[in-house]
């Protein structure tokens, strides 16, 4: 059962930059109403991820109706005219299989898998959502309030929680990934029903789709099936409301203190980012790991090891189609006053800033990536959604088995290069998340 | 021993033909696929060590994982030491130190790590000799630094800290604690004092003890032949020395009698964290294993449980509420939990009650139960997708003594359970009246409607008894503060005494702290300086009426409310200033503190800051103080100085500092005159 499409002539065309990601085959074809269906076949597990990935997120909301995205999310399980109100993912459990869904600043994504007798169903249910989901008050009524527990539980009752809204309001004035992917709860609660309809005819229509089908197939059948299910579906209007909203660049540092339910305090900054496609994001990805990826990392060995000052440390490049947020976080050691450990990370920084980073760091940078883009496609869940951002976010499918190319691209230099354009000391947001108990002596 | 193969046929119909699709109706299912489970590669080294070989090349990737198969090992007064064993372990050898081991590892982009009953590498193929040798130089020659310890303990600490506030680790220490009791492995709980008494020697021992060949397990999964991975078995591990390790044995920890309730009263909450649980006993090798597969998906084991589908789908109390049944060797628990709706707390647990006891009485439909197969049969499936799977499966059929079919013929067993196998399985696992019902919320908002669950017991953030010690219902605030001028050496004698001058010393980090003290209440002047090696780093004087903080070079004046704060600790004997000070006191109860009984006074300033005093049942001393601003105090090692019995250790604690800071007085004197340049 060995499979190895390896491909010769990337090899050749990178010469010693050989490749050990093993090649992701795939077949693509679009149906007249818009969908783009892309299919991976891989026999050796009876099992097939079956995906929809709608280019919709929060950025596409208005500013009076946000978390609409995410509602939807929550709502496209409710039923369909043909799968009576909470049936559907009972279905899918029943025929053995898994479901969920994600919804980001950009995109919505469900999938579900399945054993591999069970494609059909899939695809049957996946487009009924498609051609006419069923969005009623009863619906509504109920996800606006597990939407409500949704949020108490992953922000307002989890220590920490907020961190990425709280710093997502401050790193963008303009554009709307200032506002959280979960919305607003009074927004929810003042949307009407035609609203949410509306939202759907607008966003969630074949040709704002791509449907993706990864595992045990057989090419011809799962084409033949996904035409019968889909191409039915009438396609949505010519033009997307896709902000074009230009973040202005911050002059000014945004400094503020939040006071959560925690002991430890933590200091948050982050700084704004190209957009996800721009050749810098690779280079800022690789400045993430030379920061804190691994034990060996600049920052975990400094302050985590040695210094101690902080419990945890990460850079977390939150890559985003209109350019996201380069987001750091260190939790002080107990004893610590944040701003000891800010000014180490600072100091930190502009060291990568002025001197850059060894030829051995750079060689160990190339490794880790190498590990880590072939550990990325092990799964066909992993493969589904590789296989639909590639097409949605970089226009091109193949994507998948060239990102690669793209980090090996980035020099050493580029790094200590976009350390100095990206991470602006002066035009970042930095917080402070504080103990309650600390505010009153503030 | 050869590859066999199993095929697991199905009953499935093969569909023909596309004719106009029907959506009226879900597709029929194709002919279901085999499912084909390869076996594991098997051998072991004359060491004992069982090494099982699973060959996967879809990537050219590698992972070398060891597992310790030992009886739980209950920590007592140095729990969390288990914790800590891994990083040691990866904490330096004796040809590396920690940094260089981190940098070789990251530097080929592998893994690696180590638990107390663990220790795992991976890497891409083209690494494996060099990954194998780094895993065997942290099994062989670990040098465990105790720079290394120290670090790890205040990490921990922090760590316990950070716990305190999340309701979540809140509700599982809980949960734990009272499952299986503080005194078994499973129940025990860290705490700063088992962190603080962790040593080196301690995991010395451990690692001597327990990392023994004849109790390991390893699993080499990836683009490995089984000939090369016997090759590397050979060369990497067969060095490693055999040895007697010691089993253990405990008591079985019983479900409780009748359903109570426990509460940790976290006034912050804007949800409730509920768990109703109990112990169970319930493993791999167990009869009715599948058949508790199958009864705790029906209750809560996804989203079209019933627990879900009551609480989230059709209340919408929650974004999900779950259940589990554990399996475990020694003892496991039942669990079924939401994070709910502060208002809709006693309704959802009325709910996951209700649907528990439902389950138990009426059993479950032909439909659940198919549904059910179906869902466990799938997911079985699916896992088969990760290579490590298979080897899993081969190692847990040795550690469980499990038959050898036992996976190759899991999907028979499974599909051939009926709805009364299920029925029986509830009668006998469910327990809808002998259950812990733990929550986490805002108690002054949730606690009486909880009664109706049960006894409602409040239990501190740590799992520890919140006691409420029935008292004398005539005793007042007054008599409590009386018994305390009485025991000191008598309300005359601390009345007598006008000045005082106080030196201690503290030392925190390896770093000596002077405190020095000047009262003087004939002039309403204070003064505390607190000196680390010979600098002042802050000094803080009342005089005039005024509060002046100095520190770090810079010098502020405290606004009213902040001088009223500080007001509370410019007396030598602040309990004789309360009523001229317009404080209000409030008698709370006699809780245990610091191992005593005591009577909890809240005493509220003017400005509305409080603090919690806590004056001994016994003695009549005041054993502790508590306040939001600034942490607690504790009071100990009384002596009598000028015929008054004063405290000559004082241990602060708060979230601000590492850890307790225990002063000592070294020098104290009552009545002495106060100069200008004694405030400076």
Known sequence: MRKFFFSLSLAMSFGFLVSAQNRIDFKEFTLDNGLHVIMHQDNSTPIVAVSVLYHVGSKNERPDRTGFAHFFEHLLFEGTENIPRGEYMNKIQAIGGTLNAFTSNDITYYYQIVPSN??????????ERMLHPKIDQIGVDTQREVIKEEKRQVYDNRPYGTILPETMSRAFAKHPYQWPVIGSMEHLDAARLEEFMDFHKAYYVPNNATLTIAGDIDYAEAEKWARAYFEEIATGPSEFYRPDIQEPTKTAEIRDIIYDNIQIPAIIQAYNLPPKTHPDAYAMSMLSTYLTGGNSSLMTKELVDKQQKALAIAAIPLDLEDGGVFLMYGITNMGIDPKDLEAEIDMLLKQVQTEGISERDFQKLQNIIENNLVSKNSSMAGIAQNLAQAKVFFGETDYINRELEYFRKVSREDIQRVANEYLNLDGRVVLYYLPKSAEVTE | MKKSILYLLTLLLVQTGFAQIDRSTYPEPAQAREIKLGNADAFVLPNGLKVFVVENNKLPRVAFSLVLDRDPILEGDKSGMLGMVGEMLTGGTSNRSKDELDEEVDFIGASLSAGSTSLFASSLKKHQDKVLELMTDVLYNATFPEEELDKLKKQAISGLAASKDDPNAISSRLASALNFGKDHPYGEIDTEATINNITVADIKSYYATYFKPNIAYLAIVGDITKAEAETLANKYFAAWKPGDVPSKTYAMPQAPEANTVALVDRSASVQSVVNITYPMEMSLSDSDYLATRILNYILGGGSSSRLFMNLREDKGYTYGAYSSIGSDKLVTSFRANASVKQTATDSAIHEMVYEIRNLRDNGVTEEELEAAKSNLSGSFGRSLESPSTIANFAINTQRYQLPDDFYTSYLQRLNALTVEDINAAAKKYLKPDNMYITVVGNGAVIQESLMAFGEVNRFTNMADPERQIAMDENLTANDVLNRYFEAIGGRDKAEAIKTSKMEAEAEIQGMKLNMSYVYDENEGKFSNKVSMMGNVASHVVIKDGKATVTGMGNSQELNDEQFEAVKMSM????????????????????????????????????????????????????????????????????QEVDGILYPMMMTMKSPMIPMPLASKVQQLE????????DLK
């Open chain 2, 571 to 638: 007396f030598i004997f602040p309990e004789l200033h309360f009523d001229d000070l317009g404080y209000m006191v409030e008698l709370q109860g006699i809780q245990e503190v610091e191992g005593v009984e005591a009577y909890k006074l809240m005493v509220s300033n003017p400005t509305g800051t409080s603090q919690a005093n806590y004056y001994s049942v016994d003695t009549g001393l005041k054993v502790k103080t508590e306040s939001q601003e600034n942490g607690d105090m504790i009071y100990t090692d009384y």
């Open chain 2, 670 to 677: 009552f009545n002495v005159p106060i100069t200008e340049a």
């Open chain 1, 118 to 127: 069970q494609l059909e169903t899939a695809l049957y249910m996946e487009s």
